[in-house]
T-cell receptor, first 113, second 114 residues
Framework: GENVEQHPSTLSVQEGDSAVIKCTYSDSASNYFPWYKQELGKRPQLIIDIRSNVGEKKDQRIAVTLNKTAKHFSLHITETQPEDSAVYFCAASITGGYNKLIFGAGTRLAVHP | DAGVIQSPRHEVTEMGQEVTLRCKPISGHDYLFWYRQTMMRGLELLIYFNNNVPIDDSGMPEDRFSAKMPNASFSTLKIQPSEPRDSAVYFC????????????FGPGTRLTVT
């Protein structure tokens, strides 16, 4: 079935460094790729997304890149801050008559001051 | 807009009891999703509705779980009878008709079954 793999599962960086999280997906028809941030005890919140007709999208310190040929996409956070510490989930849309997302397992990011 | 509303926020119950979780989607959203989150299994889609009609319930773990959406502003997820392995955080999410994949999550219900 459809699958989204996410790496790494944990990531520790120093404040000010960059962080990169990578995901691969299996459904070649997927066309929407959101990223969610979940702080401890809180709800997942959509922070950025990208559609298949775009290769890269940036919003201040975060950016996403998409490689449809290789079926992988990445989240890049620059100039990390302690408040970036959270679990990040990638997801891919499932088509074929369904309007749902398949989520990756999550990456726990820790930004140390 | 108040966002997606879920109740209760926390529920502690004994094994064998019936549990009902409630969700009010964002007004105007026509998709509603129920997820379960655990450390072991991550974020799992249980069931989702479009215009109050269940579209895909393939994620519902077993017959003990049922979900309804009687109108556009209310949905319930029921577990009967509950078991300790049902302990998890249950999230409801909704999405608008013109941006179906953009899901907005509620605060979740933390369920503990003892």
């Amino acid at each position: 079935g459809e699958n989204v793999e996410q790496h790494p599962s944990t990531l520790s960086v120093q404040e000010g460094d960059s962080a990169v999280i990578k995901c691969t997906y299996s459904d070649s028809a997927s066309n929407y790729f959101p990223w969610y941030k979940q702080e401890l005890g809180k709800r997942p919140q959509l922070i950025i997304d990208i559609r298949s007709n775009v290769g890269e999208k940036k919003d201040q310190r975060i950016a996403v890149t998409l490689n449809k040929t290789a079926k992988h996409f990445s989240l890049h956070i620059t100039e990390t801050q302690p408040e970036d510490s959270a679990v990040y989930f990638c997801a891919a849309s499932i088509t074929g008559g369904y309007n749902k997302l398949i989520f990756g397992a999550g990456t726990r990011l820790a930004v140390h001051p | 807009d108040a966002g997606v509303i879920q109740s209760p926020r926390h529920e502690v119950t004994e094994m064998g009891q019936e549990v009902t979780l409630r969700c009010k989607p964002i007004s105007g959203h026509d998709y509603l999703f129920w997820y379960r989150q655990t450390m072991m299994r991550g974020l799992e889609l249980l069931i989702y509705f479009n215009n109050n009609v269940p579209i895909d319930d393939s994620g519902m773990p077993e017959d003990r779980f049922s979900a309804k959406m009687p109108n556009a502003s209310f949905s319930t997820l029921k577990i009967q009878p509950s078991e300790p392995r049902d302990s998890a955080v249950y999230f409801c999410a909704s999405s608008p008709p013109d941006r179906t994949y953009e899901q907005y999550f509620g605060p979740g219900t933390r369920l503990t079954v003892t």
